[in-house]
T-cell receptor
Framework: DAGVTQSPTHLIKTRGQQVTLRCSPKSGHDTVSWYQQALGQGPQFIFQYYEEEERQRGNFPDRFSGHQFPNYSSELNVNALLLGDSALYLC?????????????FGQGTRLTVV | QKEVEQDPGPLSVPEGAIVSLNCTYSNSAFQYFMWYRQYSRKGPELLMYTYSSGNKEDGRFTAQVDKSSKYISLFIRDSQPSDSATYLCAMDYNQGGKLIFGQGTELSVKP
């Protein structure tokens, strides 16, 4: 049973560019949440998608946007990249909008902005 | 002030030691308390969760929640080198899907 898979694993982008990160949830899961983890920090909640809609959002600017597809996979898009966007981006999936205690994390996409 | 505070360490202990990891929080509305383990270059892995106050034990791991003091702990008995990782506490109000994490404590268990 495949867990949460994220792609790509590593990415280097130039300041001002746009990036798209992808996440496939664990089999049977329908809810995807995205987190940003800066070096030496804990993950910070970006937003959550359920039934193809953004349901909750953390304190992140509109440059961060997302999408969920009918097969429950999700994308995170970041526009106008800043150096401070360099971080590990984590995707977590769960069954149902709640069930935080049953969320599984992928191993993340490490984004470096130069 | 951050909602969840966690000593970043690093914490270094000899194999077999008892490890105590702690978090404090400011929001009394938190109901669900979780501990994650994160190995280098990996995503967080859920170790244990506790609802409201009390203790929970799973093998060598014990989680404690003291809501009156807004303080949670994770104890690791008979620590092993394989326990070397970053330990993250996380909290949620109502399983609404938004986890609030501490900074993480880096633990190193020396053989």
């Amino acid at each position: 049973d495949a867990g949460v898979t994220q792609s790509p694993t590593h990415l280097i982008k130039t300041r001002g560019q746009q990036v798209t990160l992808r996440c496939s949830p664990k089999s049977g899961h329908d809810t995807v949440s995205w987190y940003q983890q800066a070096l030496g920090q804990g993950p910070q909640f970006i937003f959550q998608y359920y039934e193809e809609e953004e349901r909750q959002r953390g304190n992140f600017p509109d440059r961060f946007s997302g999408h969920q597809f009918p097969n429950y996979s999700s994308e995170l898009n970041v526009n106008a990249l800043l150096l401070g966007d360099s971080a590990l981006y984590l995707c977590a999936s769960s069954l149902g909008q709640g069930r935080t205690t049953e969320a599984f994390f992928g191993q993340g996409t490490r984004l470096t902005v130069v | 002030q951050k909602e969840v505070e966690q000593d970043p360490g690093p914490l270094s202990v000899p194999e077999g030691a008892i490890v105590s990891l702690n978090c404090t929080y400011s929001n009394s509305a938190f109901q669900y308390f979780m501990w994650y383990r994160q190995y280098s270059r990996k995503g967080p892995e859920l170790l244990m969760y506790t609802y409201s106050s009390g203790n929970k034990e799973d093998g060598r791991f014990t989680a404690q929640v003291d809501k009156s003091s807004k303080y949670i702990s994770l104890f690791i008995r008979d620590s092993q080198p394989s326990d070397s990782a970053t330990y993250l506490c996380a909290m949620d109000y109502n399983q609404g899907g938004k986890l609030i994490f501490g900074q993480g404590t880096e633990l190193s268990v020396k053989p």
